[in-house]
């Protein structure tokens, strides 16, 4: 499996045209599961994303199958979905996309993206795009299995599942992230490693349990890290946290590293820079999330 950063900022794109080598878009993940495209959120660096695709496909450079596409939302806050109206795929009738997301407030992500592309938003309406779109449910009590030709989704109760399967995602609902919460997304291996993408969260003193445990021993963490102290003291309840939260968590779940997401727009690179050294003195493998890093597990 290969998982790769589109998108590291939160809340919007940096607006003070200074050049940033970490990064400008909002979040957006690519993963790859044998020829299975994943992707996690729609912020601006989707768009990316899609220009890539299209490249590749050009090029015809691997076997991935870029016009299936599997699509799963942490939220539907505007930084994660806002690149959707602008992914080239969306406009290719031989696209087929697999939409897998919980509702966020009563509101099913379907409604959501045809209101975001609605005729008094977008010159383009939902329901116009050429391309086709499933909807899958998706929960704590759900589990999705990618296997060598297909995807399959089962309850976690679930006692067959059938042998084979190249990739797992299962997800833990967060409640800290005004108004419905997020999804923290774990991704699996069959020989056991994973990767945990947990953005859009609050910490707690003395760290989210709940969350260590669900990342215990996990080779990466992808954790939200937005503030600084002074900042968190203004913003408390705004559903971000700080690397001190971050590496917290971090160090009770043991994961192998860590990395520092959802970076506030405001902040330079100089910042940033800062603020990942500061956190290698609680968490030594901790890194700054910057568009284009790659992690094989
Ligand atoms: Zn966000
Ligand atoms: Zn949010």
């Known amino acids: 499996m290969r998982l790769k950063i589109y998108g590291v900022r939160g809340s919007y794109p940096p607006t003070n045209s200074q050049h940033s080598k970490i990064g400008i878009n909002t979040t957006c993940l690519r993963l790859d599961i044998g020829k299975h495209l994943i992707v996690f959120d729609a912020g601006t660096g989707i768009i990316n994303l899609g220009h890539d695709l ?3 496909w050009k090029n015809k450079e691997n076997q991935q199958d870029i016009f299936k596409i599997h699509l799963f939302f942490t939220h539907a806050h505007i930084d994660h979905i806002m690149g959707f109206p602008y992914f080239n795929l969306i406009y290719f009738p031989q696209a087929e996309f697999h939409i897998i997301s919980p509702p966020f407030l009563n509101h099913s992500i379907q409604d959501v993206l045809e209101s975001l592309m609605s005729p008094v938003i977008f010159p383009v309406t939902f329901a116009e795009l050429p391309a086709r779109f499933h909807f899958h449910g998706m ?3 759900r589990q999705v299995f990618f296997y060598e030709n297909e995807f399959r989704i089962f309850h976690v109760s679930e006692e067959h599942i059938p042998s084979g399967w190249l990739g797992k995602i299962s997800c833990l609902r967060n409640y800290t992230h005004p108004k419905g919460g997020t999804y923290i997304y774990k991704i699996q291996s069959p020989e056991g490693k994973s990767l945990v993408f947990a953005t859009d969260i609050e910490g707690f003193v003395n760290g989210d349990k709940r969350l260590a445990r669900f990342a215990h021993k996990a080779q990466v963490l992808i954790h939200d890290a937005q503030y600084s102290w002074p900042e968190y ?7 971000h946290s700080t690397y001190e939260m971050a590496c917290e968590v971090a160090r009770q779940a043991e994961v192998e590293k860590l990395v520092l997401f959802h970076h506030d727009p405001k902040h330079s690179d100089a910042e940033l820079l800062e603020l990942e050294e500061k956190s290698r003195e609680l968490f030594p493998e901790s890194y700054l999330a910057t568009e284009s890093m790659e ?3």
């Open 139 to 141: 929960g704590e009590n």
């Open 54 to 56: 299209v490249a590749q």
């Open 233 to 239: 003291e203004m913003f408390q309840g705004f559903g």
């Open 295 to 297: 992690f094989e597990f």
